[in-house]
């Protein structure tokens, strides 16, 4: 099937499309901050750390990236596939991305930084919203996980069961 823009318009609309302050970022930060983390969005540390993380707890040596799933091709979400036109081009531009990030992580793991990724689908609903806001104190402070049966309910209140 054909673009239903011309060239210039894809061009103009893609343009459009934010790097930073995006909703997904502005959801984390708003958690980070209602749980007492402090953090730093811009500024030099920011900018000279590897791939630009978009949150930067220096207190915890904690870097948040925010990824939106098709830019970053997260796999098996349902918020990424692969254009049907100029597909070659979307495939490596996606694959890129992918080494990138894993080249970026990997030097600022080296520098000591513990790095999250959070991804936008992650975000995407109140359930998975309050999942993540359980999971950060420990993915920030690097505490061991803590799992309660209990706690986990299904859509219609019946504690989940283990399907060991």
């Given at each position: 099937m054909?673009?239903?823009?011309?060239?210039?318009?894809r061009?103009w609309?893609m343009?459009?499309?934010k790097?930073?302050d995006t909703?997904?970022?502005l959801?984390?930060r708003s958690l980070l901050?209602?749980?007492?983390y402090?953090?730093?969005v811009?500024?030099?540390?920011?900018q000279?750390?590897?791939?630009?993380?978009d949150?930067?707890l220096?207190?915890w040596?904690?870097?948040?990236?925010?990824?939106g799933?098709?830019?970053?091709?997260?796999?098996?979400c349902?918020?990424?596939?692969i254009?049907k036109t100029?597909t070659?081009?979307?495939l490596?531009?996606?694959r890129?991305?992918?080494?990138r990030?894993q080249s970026n992580?990997?030097?600022?793991?080296?520098?000591?930084?513990?790095?999250?990724?959070?991804?936008a689908?992650?975000?995407?609903?109140k359930?998975?919203l309050?999942?993540?806001?359980r999971?950060?104190?420990?993915?920030?402070e690097?505490k061991?996980?803590?799992?309660?049966l209990?706690?986990?309910?299904?859509?219609?209140?019946?504690?989940?069961e283990d399907?060991?």
């Amino acid at each position: 099937m054909a673009d239903i823009w011309s060239e210039e318009k894809r061009s103009w609309v893609m343009s459009r499309i934010k790097g930073k302050d995006t909703k997904p970022e502005l959801a984390v930060r708003s958690l980070l901050h209602a749980h007492g983390y402090r953090f730093t969005v811009s500024g030099p540390r920011n900018q000279t750390l590897p791939g630009r993380p978009d949150i930067v707890l220096p207190k915890w040596a904690t870097v948040i990236f925010v990824n939106g799933c098709f830019w970053h091709g997260h796999e098996g979400c349902k918020d990424f596939s692969i254009p049907k036109t100029r597909t070659e081009f979307w495939l490596t531009k996606i694959r890129k991305n992918q080494q990138r990030d894993q080249s970026n992580n990997g030097k600022l793991e080296s520098l000591g930084w513990n790095v999250i990724t959070i991804w936008a689908c992650e975000l995407s609903t109140k359930d998975r919203l309050y999942s993540l806001e359980r999971r950060l104190p420990y993915l920030i402070e690097r505490k061991p996980f803590e799992y309660h049966l209990e706690d986990e309910t299904d859509q219609l209140g019946r504690v989940a069961e283990d399907f060991d």
